[in-house]
């Protein structure tokens, strides 16, 4: 008889992010050999402390805009920083990530025949014209300014995907990231959840941009693991885009009120310009990903918020600057 094992060694780009770090914890729980690289631009040791000790997991510190050597039957990657206020600070190293990393994970996947999976992104759609976003649409983007850097890094990687599985029959998946939130986010990129909840917790004004009444939807993390890890175990059929994110639309005015009320703050919310380039509105379609895996968001926001606040409070309580990554 023989044995085929269901265990496999797993590469993760990213792994000490915010999503990386999750991903990694649900692979390791899972029995797998999970190598985690990461060069810490926005990751963090702390998010992964607790798979240092187990024998199924490696950290590497490494960046993959330079080529990696590893044996392994999965790539998922996600190296990339994702929120404004990191990928703008350096957006030539951000292209790089996207391009040049996409190019040496694909280069890699060909020469050990891996599976590859990228974490690509709503951003793909820029301004979007048409709602909600289905993965038919080209998208409306905006290539010189300062969204760009990240916009059209992570559209330049999926179009690296699409031709590397034409052109070398590379087993490839894609799937469009619509914003996700949870515990292990940053608390200081900028992005909405962290911002309110941080600014909730510590009695501060809450800052909307713009009047408030532009939507976003949300999607808890636990929903989203789970959602890659189901279009990666597709048969090789399956290449994607499809979209994973939470077609349900709630304005910046509900989400700081939802906040306001999970955290039982005293804060007022303040109004401040919007920056450039920012989206009035942006919802995914995932009929897709229904079809295909049977997947859609079963968190609820207040739920995902409470738990969200709690991991910032217990951060706060250990006494870690929130003003640091
Ligand atoms: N969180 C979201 O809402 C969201 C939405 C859409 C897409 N995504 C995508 O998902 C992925 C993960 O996002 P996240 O929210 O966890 O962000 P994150 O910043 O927490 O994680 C990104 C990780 O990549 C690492 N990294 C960056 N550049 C690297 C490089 N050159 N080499 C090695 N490691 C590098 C960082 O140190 C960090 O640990 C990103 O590719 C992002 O574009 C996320």
């Known amino acids: 008889m023989t044995y085929v094992s269901r265990i496999k060694r797993i590469l993760v780009t990213g792994g000490a992010g915010f999503l990386g770090s999750h991903l990694c914890e649900t692979l390791v729980a899972e029995g797998h050999d999970v190598a985690c690289v990461d060069n810490f631009f926005t990751g963090n040791r702390r998010n992964i402390s607790h798979l240092l000790n187990q024998p199924n997991f490696e950290l590497i510190r490494h960046d993959i805009t330079f080529p990696l050597y590893v044996e392994v039957d999965e790539i998922y990657n996600l190296a990339c920083p994702a929120s404004p206020v990191h990928y703008q600070h350096d957006p030539v190293q951000t292209t790089k990530t996207s391009v040049h990393g996409a190019i040496n994970m694909l280069g890699l996947a060909k020469r050990v025949r891996a599976r590859i999976l990228q974490a690509s992104t709503s951003e793909v759609y820029g301004d979007p014209t048409m709602h909600p976003q289905s993965e038919q649409y080209w998208g409306h ?25 034409r052109q070398h029959r590379l087993r490839i998946k894609v799937a469009r990231i619509f914003n996700t939130y949870g515990p292990r986010m940053h608390p200081n990129d900028g992005r909405v959840v962290s911002n309110f909840v941080v600014q909730a917790l510590q009695g501060e004004p809450i800052t909307i941009y713009g009047d408030g009444l532009q939507t976003r939807s949300f999607c808890y993390v636990d929903d989203l693991i789970g959602g890659l890890r189901g279009l990666m175990n597709t048969d090789d059929s399956v290449v994607g885009p499809v979209n994973f994110g939470n077609p349900v639309e709630s304005t910046m005015r509900q989400l ?25 509105q942006r919802c995914p379609d995932i009929s897709r990903a229904k079809d295909i895996i049977g997947w859609q968001p079963r968190v609820e926001l207040m739920d995902g918020l409470r738990k969200t606040a709690e991991y910032f409070e217990r951060l706060l309580t250990a006494g870690v600057d929130l003003g640091r990554r």
Do not use: M, W
């Open 256 to 280: 700081a009120e939802a906040v306001i009320s999970v955290t039982g703050s005293i804060s007022r919310i303040e109004f401040k310009a919007l920056p450039q380039d920012d989206p009035k």
């Open 141 to 165: 983007v905006n290539p010189i300014g300062p969204r760009s850097c990240y916009d059209e890094g992570k559209r330049c990687a999926e179009t690296l995907f699409f031709d590397y599985h």
